[in-house]
């Protein structure tokens, strides 16, 4: 389904206030829903609004001056307005995977769609906000985590560097928004003149078909912030320097950064663009672990028993993973018959290995090592990590819920509503090398983050600590 989740106003308050917008602006929010941001407009601005959906054009449109409301789908209906406004202001709607836009017509009016068969609302949308306002003007714009992180959203992060200045990112709490989940954040910023977007189209990164060129990076630095609470939204204000002793708020270089999302960057030190120190020795988790997902069956063929026998298996679920790690194992237990169409082999969990929790807002990043004498199918909530070399398991378990490791298995999760790491993500986690117990081949430790290399039947037997 489409997602269309309605602004609480503090935040519409907030974000008007944070681009300076004041009377006489031209304001347009080309996806008003039930008119949020219309309704706290600064008094004396000229307010726009559009929309699509007939139940709430009836609440909207009296919101706004005669002649100022239009009435249809802002991808088609906006076009003679483009390049008018000061600001374009707005929380689009988000679409799944059934709800892709796919009309040729509107595609071809969207650079973020050439050559595609399909794009994503909120990527269209994200691009009509910046045809809307002026050379110049704003764009307060609320998205889900998806083109601020997602590997293949990469280029619509690049287009946005070519097209506007970021000056702030803000990442919002679960749960703002009525009957969802959905995590989001805002993006703030300006668009460039069209002088300024020829300069900048000149250093964006080669496409990764492209021969690798040596070109130094022109910084892009904007502010993340990461709101935890709503109530943090009444005071909020961008810093109005390079640095800043609040440290709720993170300088971040968005050009030399490939994740947006202000959780992805947190510290502990104040806010300043600083010369990385260097890092401690690493190692790609899919190097030097096998990742291979658990399997389970749902509804009808979901079959499960309370009590073991010797024809049955341990079924483990995420439940059964405690928030600090290890297993919970003194209620909550299923089994399986192991000639049932549940029962995998593969999904077996032998003594030494790691089970992961992949998904779960609430839980994924949670691990423990299986213990001697235990073994049970792990369901399909977690990836499996079977070790391929000598190295301290329970250390891993024990590096994966310390604030470190927490900090970089965020970074990996992403999600909409609800959060997952994926096995690529995970494969491609760096791990400190002080956890393998023999010599790291130099290869492994220089290896850089990218697809996880393919593992071979040559490969060495687990090894099962």
Not at 29 to 51: I, K, M, Q
Not at 98 to 116: D, I, M, N
Request: net charge positive; charged share 20%.
């Amino acid at each position: 389904m489409i997602g269309q989740f309605f602004t609480p106003e503090i935040a519409a308050q907030c974000l008007f206030r944070l681009t300076g917008t004041r009377a006489p602006d031209r304001v347009i929010d080309p996806s008003c829903g039930d008119g949020s941001f219309v309704r706290n407009a600064p008094p004396g601005c000229a307010v726009f609004a559009c929309e699509l959906d007939p139940r709430y054009i009836k609440v909207a449109r009296p919101l706004v001056p005669a002649g100022h409301f239009i009435a249809g789908d802002a991808l088609t209906a906006l076009r003679d307005h483009y390049g008018t406004f000061d600001l374009a202001i707005g929380n689009p709607p988000f679409s799944a995977q059934a709800h892709l836009e796919k009309r040729p017509e509107v595609q071809s009016q969207f650079e973020l769609a050439a050559g595609r068969r399909s794009q994503c609302l909120e990527v269209l949308f994200l691009e009509l906000f910046l045809k809307l306002v002026k050379p110049g003007g704003h764009v307060a714009v609320i998205l889900p985590d998806g083109p601020f992180s997602n590997g293949p959203f990469q280029y619509v992060r690049d287009w946005v560097l070519r097209h506007a200045t970021v000056r702030a990112i803000i990442s919002l709490p679960r749960g703002i928004f009525p009957r969802t989940t959905a995590k989001t954040n805002v993006l703030l910023a300006r668009k460039l003149a069209p002088a300024e977007t020829h300069a900048a189209a000149s250093i964006t990164r080669p496409a990764a078909a492209a021969p690798a060129v040596a070109t130094t990076p022109v910084p892009h630095p904007a502010w993340l912030f990461q709101c935890r609470d709503l109530a943090e939204l009444a005071t909020l204000a961008i810093p109005d320097r390079a640095t800043t002793t609040d440290t709720r708020w993170q300088r971040v270089d968005l050009a030399a950064t490939r994740d947006w999302r202000p959780e992805a960057h947190l510290a502990a030190t104040p806010a300043t663009l600083t010369t990385p120190t260097t890092p401690a020795a690493t190692v790609r988790l899919g190097d030097v672990f096998r990742v291979r997902h658990g399997f389970a069956l749902y509804g009808e063929q979901r079959r499960l028993l309370d009590q073991p026998a010797p024809d049955r298996i341990l079924l483990l679920r995420a439940k059964n993973l405690a928030p600090t790690g290890g297993l919970r194992l003194d209620n909550n237990l299923a089994y399986l018959r192991r000639d049932s169409s549940g029962f995998r082999e593969r999904a077996i969990v032998q003594p030494g290995e790691i089970l992961f929790v992949r998904v779960g807002a609430g839980c994924y990043g949670r691990a423990a090592v299986m213990p001697p004498g235990l073994v049970a199918q792990g369901d399909d909530w977690f990836h499996l990590l079977t070790p391929l070399t000598d190295l301290d398991a329970p250390g891993v378990v024990a590096w994966m819920h310390s604030d470190e490791g927490r900090r970089e298995l965020l970074k990996l999760a992403k999600g909409v509503g609800t959060l997952s790491i994926s096995q690529r993500s995970l494969s491609d986690l760096r791990l400190p090398a002080r956890l393998l117990r023999g010599p790291v081949p130099a290869a492994v430790l220089a290896r850089p983050r990218g697809r996880p290399r393919k593992i071979h039947a040559a490969d060495p037997h687990p090894v099962l600590l």
